[in-house]
């Protein structure tokens, strides 16, 4: 624990160094990055052993607070949370070095880069709801300077309001849970907490639902996510990457953490957090695949990715409600492992994305084109990303998948009618799910590397340099590794479930199903790499024989010579049969002028992907909000004299209110 | 894996470009013309190999190496699944899950191919693939949970084994639902009447005859194979659920197994004289429909 703590400390200087060297830029980025690879390191040290089996350790440090205390610990969940931070982190942080590299304020930047990340792990492993509460704070505030860089844009601007507000709406959430929760518990200590009494069971509705909204409006849970799509468009792309990739799964630690505060599990709960995944996860994806801007796009599946996650705890928590460990700890479990699936497959794809805006410097996917022949590296590590997001084997995002269908048909073997119920959404959405995100991701894949370029940029865009190209590689390595290797990332999930029970009975114990079904697909997944390399090998030879004259011509335009890359097809219309099939969820704006008379002059064309959520229900609730607000202008008036008279009689109350207890 | 999977596994890998031969000769006899032979799809297979290969001038690596992870996505999809009463060869809980997803690879890697080539064509083309699969997955999957809810069974092989016909049990009615369910899929999915035309001449009007427009040679051999296993793969699925269990002897087991796909492939060609294509727009209404017979057959599984 206390390497931990060192390992923090060194991050958090290197973080300190870059303030120091703000004047040179190079030094600054360098020194943090190479502290923040180090402090990693340290950092990983505990956690994987503890992610491994190690007991539980605690830290108590003789430093109080008001009502709290320094109370760490690292426990099986904490540690398994910790480890994509701890493989993003330095990789984002290494890939900021080339993506900043002709840009100012790489001191301040880095300085808040390891601030958010030092935050992060002190967050896990906090157990004290105030020290809980003042290190997510800094993690909000330190993640609201990364995605304002770009400050001197108001769209950015913007986005990091719009962040700043939900972020916030979530923490008023929190306050109200802790200090229900301390209350009844008599202490803020967590292990106080946990062992606080039998809540009553209204209470846990409304201790749950705080919960959801708290942690729910950082994860981005629906309809709270509406910041997401705002911030990581604005954000730098390795912002983005840890953001999305780690940042918002600290809302689902929170939410698992909470959980395990509140006893035993109400189907209630589940039917709740399943259908808000079903939502997140339709909506997110139908969003992603409306969306121009590829950054954007990216951020709606991160809503459709939390959303499947969601499904698997509400599951998980049915499960555990109907007395069935086995579906309780597969729904758990098949969560957990999509967190840190997502963590390594949505942080590759930010990361790849990234070097295409850098290349291109566009976001709009209808002015790009063909980047295949350009920048190859970049493309097969995007394509890499793109199976993974699609859930497709071999790659990692099949594997979690997998284990929340599975938990989902379990439950149904018990021909309960809800538990059929269950199975029966689980995975009609899930499939739905996985095909629209297949047409999301191949419209990225194609629209952006395939084809010809659809405008001419100015400079040729090639592949990055290597602080760019290697936290890619790496990236893509563990999204192919973990996939096929998933047995071997079973026990970390096994255990690390069993902190949202309480029970000591891990996965693999519960079900032995699991871990066959999960060697079989390993198999499958080494042949499908063992085949194709087979299969390209032959069709090699087959085309490479003399006798086989290889030509290139035009492609097929219905005779016509001479394709122009306008005659494309676009990622709008690509997407627009699907969309509007889905039209209630998202809002199209169209605005058409069409060539009119014999010899037209212009026409125009466009269309405006709005959030319906957005639209719909914040932008009325904040006007309300505003005009409620206006009644009260008159006590702020400018006239400070009389501003001293509010201060006075606030006080002469209190002092009236303390004389009368 | 023993004899008998592996010589189903071969007839499979075999017999599997012969469905199209039926269906033609079907439609053929349909439309009073002689039709051509059986076989055809063989020598078309064996002549495209033998040709050489143009390349788009704007088709990239993708474009070549596409058609080779379709094919190998179909050949590990098609070990899963079981030949009626001789289990597949690969079989394990949750395999279904395996095959729907192997089969949405070979899908990625062929839209790919085709947004390659960057023709407005084979983009118009593989929209429609995305939007339609897209719609049929969900009847895939709550026609596995239906089986494994009615067997009791997490694997397609167990599942097959498990399946038992009482007359005039609701059991058995849903069962027969999810049949039609399921054949609507395999027209969907392998892109037949009344989704999609393969005999179309006109490109505006196609689903996947688009999507290889600018494919010929080796490449369009392999692409045409890995089309007659998915319909394979597809046929034996649905064949697995009309298969009574027998007690005869394995090779007579595996005679009746080849003879209902040949079967279906009957079927097909039927269904593609007698009907007319649905208009594009209407085609995800009918998909929604089919989930919704899945969802039924789910209710009447439950009466049962």
Known sequence: MWTFLVGCGVIALGGLLALVFFKHEKAAKISATVLTVAGSALVAMPVIETALGADTEFIRLAWTLPLGEFHLGLDRLSAFFALPILLLSPLCAIYGIGYLAHRKGGGGHYFFLNTLVVSMLLLLCAKNAILFLIVWEVMAISSFFLVVFDDHLPSVRQAGWTYMIATHIGVMALLAFFSILGHHAGSFDFQAMLAGGELSSSMRLVLFLLAVVGFGSKAGIFPLHIWLPEAHPAAPSHVSALMSGVMIKMGIYGLMRSLSFLGEFEATFGWILLALGVAAGVVGIVSALSSHDIKRMLAYSSVENIGIICIGLGTGILGSAWHNPQVTALGFGGALLHVLNHSMFKGLLFLTVGAVVHETDTKEMHHMGGLLKKMPFTAVLFFAGAMAASALPPFNGFVSEFLIYFSGIKSAMTKDVSSILLAAVLLTSLALIGGLALAAFTKVGGMVFLGEPRTALKKTPHDPGWTMKFPLLLLGIFALGTGIASPLLLPLVSDAQTVLTGDAASLMALDSDILPSLINISYVSGAFLVAFVILAFFYRILTGRKKCEVARSPVWDCGYAKPAVSMQYTPSSFSAPLVLLFKPLVHIRWALQKPEGYFPKSGRFETKIEDRVKEAFYAPLFRLIAKTLLLFRFLQHGHVHIYVIYVAVTLIALLLFTAGN | ?304
Do not use: C
């Not at chain 2, 919704?292 to 439950?302: D, H, R, S």
């Open chain 2, 1 to 304: 894996m023993n004899a008998n999977n592996v010589m189903m596994i071969l007839s499979a890998l075999l017999l599997s470009p012969l469905l199209f031969g039926v269906i033609n000769r079907v439609k053929a006899m349909f439309a009073g013309r002689k039709g051509s032979p059986l076989l055809q799809t063989y020598f078309d297979i064996a002549k495209l190999m033998k040709k050489g290969m143009v390349y788009g001038n704007t088709t990239s690596l993708m474009f070549q190496l596409g058609p080779v992870f379709v094919l190998v996505s179909v050949l590990l999809a098609l070990l899963m699944v079981p030949f009626g009463p001789i289990a597949a060869p690969l079989s394990f809980q949750g395999d279904f899950i395996l095959l729907a997803y192997l089969l949405g690879v070979s899908r990625f890697f062929t839209v790919l191919s085709a947004l390659d080539t960057g023709s407005a064509f084979e983009g118009m083309g593989a929209s429609r693939e995305v939007q339609f699969a897209a719609m049929g997955e969900p009847t895939f999957m709550l026609g596995a949970l239906l089986l494994a809810i009615h067997t009791g069974e997490m694997s397609l092989s167990g599942m097959v084994r498990e399946i038992q016909f009482d007359v005039l049990s609701p059991a058995t009615a849903a069962v027969v639902l999810l049949v039609a369910a399921w054949m609507m899929l395999l027209l969907t999915e392998n892109s037949r009447i009344p989704v999609d035309d393969p005999n179309t001449h006109l490109e505006l009007t196609m689903i996947h005859e688009v999507m290889v427009l600018d494919t010929g040679g080796p490449l369009m051999g392999i692409v045409t194979y890995a089309s007659g296993i998915k319909l394979w793969i597809f046929s034996a699925l649905i064949a697995n659920l009309l298969v009574p269990t027998l007690s005869a002897g394995a090779s007579a087991q595996a005679g009746i197994f080849v003879g209902i796909v040949l079967l279906i492939a009957v079927a097909v060609g039927v269904i593609e004289s007698i009907m007319g294509r649905v208009r594009l727009r209407q085609i995800p209404k009918v998909l929604v429909g089919t989930t919704a017979l899945v969802a039924t057959a789910l209710i009447m599984t439950l009466a049962g």
